[in-house]
């Protein structure tokens, strides 16, 4: 069965300082992955999303970026944080069109980010 | 307007009830629904998802959705105290498309 590793779980940063989020499938193969921000009291916001190693798009402009070194890895950036930045980050992957391609998107267990 | 509304709660129901959650879509395009359970600090788990207008059954859970009305709704039957949780609709114009989330109803089951 397919999992979704995400790490860690809550990470407090100092503002300007760098940020580096990982997220891992385990499982599947060619995933469509996604990094979300969840506010509290609001919905989620898609910040990146990719469909294959090196493929990124990105959905808001922000002091944030994504990487896909790897098919089933992805990263969340940050070469200097903004205290507008603390926020819970969520990872999620779908199958590719090619496998499962009707099931919904899974997310990992997401990070807590505070930026002091 | 925004795409996807839902009312934030929180819902208090005694233990055993029914619980009826509901979430209302301004663009008839939309043809794919889902609905997510988030437990605090965790990240949201998929429950159901349907692309058809009528009801999809799971277990104790319901979820109708009503395409003339642009409306969806989760039932749960039974409730217990391990259903409290905060509870998210999602919709999006096909399976590959972009989801768009509703912001969450908060739920508490009373023992």
């Known amino acids: 069965s397919q999992t979704i590793h995400q790490w860690p779980a809550t990470l407090v940063q100092p503002v300007g300082s760098p940020l580096s989020l990982e997220c891992t499938v385990e499982g599947t193969s060619n995933p469509n992955l996604y990094w979300y921000r969840q506010a509290a009291g609001r919905g989620l916001q898609l910040l990146f999303y990719s469909v294959g190693i090196g493929q990124i798009s990105s959905e808001v402009p922000q002091n944030l970026s994504a990487s896909r070194p790897q098919d089933r890895q992805f990263i969340l950036s940050s070469k200097k944080l903004l205290l507008s930045d603390s926020g819970f980050y969520l990872c999620a992957w779908k199958g590719s069109e090619l496998m499962d391609s009707n099931q919904p998107q899974h997310f990992g267990d997401g990070t807590r980010l505070s930026i002091l | 307007q925004k795409e996807v509304e839902q009312d934030p709660g929180p819902l208090s129901v005694p233990e055993g009830a029914i619980v009826s959650l509901n979430c209302t879509y301004s663009n008839s395009a939309f043809q794919y629904f889902m609905w997510y359970r988030q437990y605090s600090r965790k990240g949201p788990e998929l429950l159901m998802y349907?692309?058809?207008?009528g009801n999809k059954e799971d277990g104790r859970f319901t979820a109708q959705v009503d395409k003339s009305s642009k409306y969806i709704s989760l039932f749960i039957r039974d409730s217990q105290p391990s259903d409290s949780a905060t509870y998210l609709c999602?919709?999006?114009?096909?399976?590959?498309?972009?989801?768009?989330f509703g912001s969450g109803t908060r739920l508490s089951i009373r023992p």
């Open positions: 349907t692309y058809s207008s």
């Open positions: 999602a919709i999006s114009y096909s399976s590959a498309s972009k989801i768009i």
